[in-house]
């Protein structure tokens, strides 16, 4: 698994960085910025969970789901503004 993710991470940052945000900048600097970003957002659902299962008595059934809005969106405004930012404006 941790192969797998670490693989996707990969994909994704290229494809990103080339077909979603278009930004055609130095790639090296935008990949630690990328990494911050991953582990923000992993972290972000942790500590969610964490709070409303673990703490709260919350389902985790239910948590995931709302989690979902904000682990997704998360890290479309950290590529967007924070990874690869536009820098032609």
């Known amino acids: 698994m941790t192969f ?3 693989l996707g ?6 494809r990103n ?4 945000i278009a930004q055609d900048g130095a790639l090296f600097g935008s990949d630690a910025r990328y ?3 991953c582990v923000s957002g992993c972290l972000t659902n942790i500590v969610i969970l964490l709070t ?3 703490r709260l008595g919350c389902s985790h059934q239910s948590v995931q789901a709302g989690a979902i809005i904000l682990v997704v969106g ?3 405004v950290a ?3 924070f990874v690869f930012p ?3 404006t």
């Open 4 to 6: 797998l993710y670490i």
């Open 9 to 14: 991470a990969t994909i994704e940052f290229f």
């Open 17 to 20: 960085q080339l077909l979603t």
């Open 35 to 37: 990494l911050i970003a």
């Open 52 to 54: 409303f299962v673990d």
């Open 74 to 76: 998360f890290p479309f």
């Open 79 to 81: 590529f967007k503004y």
């Open 86 to 88: 536009n820098t032609e």
